[in-house]
């Protein structure tokens, strides 16, 4: 017989509480998010859950964000249905290709890290890997292709975009460049990638895309560097073993957190500063205003603990960042 006073042992779940778990592990295996279940046994669902359909939102995020800085947006079905195909492009598309090639090229890490992923746990081959790969990036293409069809592009610039996106995507994840092994370059091509790609897609779709926003995007996408950053705790482990610089392994656990938020909150007070420097001063303040609760929910979880609260930091800060993007685009659609 157990010395344990009652008060220590730990009861046993109850049913009802096991099988919400399940079903909560199971959602997070198919949306691709940290702590995913393992097991799943149909080829389709594991070929989603390679392709992280959460990373999908900011991209698709991204785009709406080009179409409202292009000042051109007129809500009718037309422009409804080529957005819509535009977001299949940037999301399903093209960050399911970018997402199934890195965890090819990842498999390694995974092994350590997240062992539950399809390629690590043999329950996806690698020839299937490979073909999924090359489907993705050409529908990617041809909706690309036809998108500067219907807007009568001259020089066709979403196939382009796409292109180069693609190649990004590529030198991001595979050898002998694999920028994720830098913690800066790699970050920030990520943040590049969630941030500027698609927004450029968006305001070349309806209207014209010129170097103002390109800048301005770019000097955006340095916030999404600290987004990028955050997502590096998770895998610290690995990436040590395996001798990727990213910046939790190059600064340390603390100082790569404050990195981070300062990465984000600065970048973003600075599209604030541009935004009063054209007379959008409304967007400015409600700019800064989403900045404030972000700020709040750094310290309340991410700088105590970012190993433990990567995820729920992201939760409650990220949506604000989002929609700070919107507002920025409004004011830049706004200002012509």
């Given at each position: 017989?157990?010395?344990?006073p ?8 109850s049913p009802e509480?096991?099988?919400?778990e399940?079903?909560s ?8 998010m ?10 389709w ?7 992280k359909p ?14 409202a800085?292009s ?12 957005a ?6 940037s ?16 498999r390694d890490?995974?092994?350590?890290n997240e062992p539950?992923?399809p390629?690590?746990?043999g ?5 299937q890997?490979v073909t999924?790969i090359?489907?993705?990036?050409a ?7 036809a ?5 009568g ?8 975009l796409?292109l180069?996106?693609a190649?990004l995507?590529?030198?991001y994840s ?5 920028l994720?092994?830098?913690?800066w ?7 590049a990638?969630?941030?500027?790609l ?8 309806f209207?014209?895309l ?5 800048a301005?995007t770019l000097?955006?996408s ?7 950053i955050?997502n590096?705790?998770?895998s610290?482990e ?5 001798g ?5 392994v190059?600064?340390?656990i ?10 984000i ?9 541009y935004l ?7 967007y400015a303040?409600i700019?800064?205003?989403l900045?404030?609760p972000?700020?709040?929910f ?9 190993l433990?609260?990567?995820?729920k ?7 604000f960042l ?7 685009a ?5 200002a012509g």
């Amino acid at each position: 017989m157990s010395d344990s006073p009652p008060s220590q042992i730990s009861p046993e779940p109850s049913p009802e509480s096991a099988a919400t778990e399940n079903r909560s592990a199971k959602a997070r295996q198919l949306l691709g998010m940290k702590g995913a279940a393992s097991g799943e046994t149909s080829i389709w669902k594991i070929r989603l859950q390679l392709m992280k359909p959460i990373t999908w939102i900011p991209l698709i995020w991204g785009v709406v964000c080009g179409a409202a800085s292009s000042g051109n947006y007129v809500w009718n079905l037309e422009n409804f249905s080529i957005a819509a195909a535009c977001m299949l492009m940037s999301g399903p598309l093209l960050a399911g290709y970018t997402q199934t090639l890195n965890d090819f090229y990842d498999r390694d890490i995974d092994a350590i890290n997240e062992p539950y992923r399809p390629i690590p746990s043999g329950i996806i081959s690698i020839p299937q890997v490979v073909t999924q790969i090359l489907v993705l990036l050409a529908a990617g293409i041809a909706v690309a292709y036809a998108l500067d069809l219907w807007a009568g592009h001259e020089f066709p610039i979403m196939t382009v975009l796409t292109l180069g996106g693609a190649f990004l995507a590529y030198i991001y994840s595979a050898p002998p460049l694999k920028l994720k092994q830098n913690g800066w370059l790699g970050n920030y091509a990520l943040g590049a990638s969630y941030i500027a790609l698609p927004w450029w897609a968006g305001q070349a779709l309806f209207g014209k895309l010129d170097a103002t926003i390109m800048a301005l995007t770019l000097f955006y996408s340095l916030a999404g560097l600290g987004i990028a950053i955050v997502n590096d705790f998770k895998s610290v482990e690995g990436d040590r073993q395996l001798g990727l610089k990213s910046l939790p392994v190059m600064f340390g656990i603390d100082t790569a957190a404050w990195i981070c938020v300062l990465m984000i909150d600065i970048f973003q007070a600075g599209i604030a500063g541009y935004l009063i420097s054209i007379h959008q001063n409304l967007y400015a303040v409600i700019l800064v205003l989403l900045i404030v609760p972000q700020i709040t929910f750094q310290d309340m979880y991410f700088l105590r603990n970012p190993l433990e609260n990567d995820v729920k930091y992201q939760a409650s800060a990220q949506p604000f960042l989002v929609l700070g993007m919107l507002v920025a685009a409004l004011a830049l659609g706004h200002a012509g």
